[in-house]
């Protein structure tokens, strides 16, 4: 298929590079390549798999995993600088999300709104929770302190991606000794998915009303347990005690993206888009620590039919980001 559009694509600068190292030490010279080689390496991959834009998005936890707040502020306007550079020299290829420094909700809401009305950047990429300097309370984006952020989100009208980061050591003790749990084959998907039910259970939704999700990885999980989530023992009628004032399902498909990002599984695809509609998912890749080949391959032979095709591999993400391409 010609003309896809991936959107969980990363970079990094030169402060960030060396977060990335723990997910490939033994593959290190080839990751730092993809990351920071944009304007040769990554749009030569682009050419062969026949994708025709990219949103791009500083790697991770980058400004997440900074606990000075000033400290968190000078490196997400960096990479945003940078970001918007690389998006200057081919705006044909590449557009972008901003990084935030959600430390401080008001500085994050302030560098939203310089990347999208400075640089035309079409949405926000976070990774996950934000250190704070205690591990006994990260920042978690439904707390109260953070809605003043979200109201600029939705006045900006551009999507917030939630993209993973990995717990901090020995939070969760049930990974301890397990370190093979971590990253993209469970910590990533369990981290992201209970964050996005946070956001949903805290009435956030009810005051915003016109916010835009995306979550990658086909959901986190999520599709797949909208209808246990909503109806556990349900003959006890006991309602969920949260804040929301409706179902999560229904919020989750009003409100949330899906991407295929690290998840090239027809099933899955299949399954998601009988939950959500083949309207909420769209097609990405997870560069550099996915192969574009594999993915490429997988959408455009994938048997979905071809009106879905299109949508998940390029319509989709015109419409929501509104980019300036034909559909």
Known sequence: MKGKIALEEHFAIEETLGDSQVFGAHVWPQLRSGLLDIQTKLIAEMDKTEVEMMI???????IQAIADRKRAVEVAK?????????????PD?????AALPMQDPDAAARELERCVKDFKFVGALVNGFSDSGDPNNLLYYDLPQYRSFWKTVEALDVPFYLHPRNPLPDQIPGYRGHNWLLGPNWAFNAETSVHSLRLIGSGL??????LKIVIGH?????????????????????PHKYAAKGWVADYFRKHFWITTSGNYSTSALK??????????VMFSVDWPFEDPAQAGK??????????????????????????????
């Open 56 to 62: 791009l998005s500083l790697n991770a936890p980058a």
């Open 78 to 90: 960096l990479a945003n600088d940078a970001l918007a550079e690389h998006c200057r020299k081919r």
């Open 298 to 327: 997988w959408m455009d032979t994938t048997p979905i039919s071809e009106a879905e095709r299109k949508k998940v591999g390029r319509d989709n993400a015109i419409g929501l980001f509104k980019l300036p391409l034909k559909s």
């Open 93 to 97: 290829r590449f557009a972008g999300f």
């Open 218 to 238: 086909l959901g986190e999980g999520i599709p797949a347990l909208l209808w246990r989530i909503d109806h556990r023992n349900e003959w006890m009628k006991a």
């Open 271 to 280: 399954q998601a888009i009988e939950e959500l509609g083949s309207d909420r």
């Open 205 to 210: 939704f009810d005051e915003c009303p016109k």
